[in-house]
């Protein structure tokens, strides 16, 4: 979800990729069906783990786990507190994509601050 907003809505200060910890093998219908009701198709965008993002080229991560990531990582972090909608009720993941659509704006909108 965090990327399908961030390369909607930040494109002009950010280049969003996502990865998972323990990452699952597909996107849960309940989070493409309520991403689809923002008129956010997540087309394109499958779950990843750690092993296929490469870590050096990124200025930031964003660690929306819970869980502490690995001591190599040496960029800068940002920690959210997201709670894991995978196996809840449409309503739950809902509440969590605008939870997310939230965290992200607010990224955007200080990271245009910084630029600017």
Do not use: C
């Not at 997540?42 to 080229?57: A, C, N, R, T, W």
Request: glycine fraction near 8%; hydrophobic fraction near 40%; avoid cysteine.
């Amino acid at each position: 979800m965090a990327e399908g907003f961030a390369r909607r809505y930040g494109s002009d200060v950010m280049e969003a990729s996502s990865a998972g910890l323990a990452h699952a093998l597909e996107i849960p219908v309940e989070t493409l069906q309520v991403m689809e009701e923002k008129n956010m198709p997540l087309d394109g965008q499958f779950p990843k783990g750690l092993d296929d993002v490469e870590f050096g080229s990124f200025d930031l991560v964003v660690n929306m786990s819970g869980i502490p990531l690995p001591p190599y990582l040496t960029t800068s972090v940002r920690e959210w507190e997201v709670p894991d909608p995978v196996g809840k009720r449409i309503e739950y993941h809902r509440k969590v994509r605008d939870v997310i659509e939230n965290l992200v704006m607010r990224l955007i909108l200080d990271l245009r601050r910084t630029k600017g």
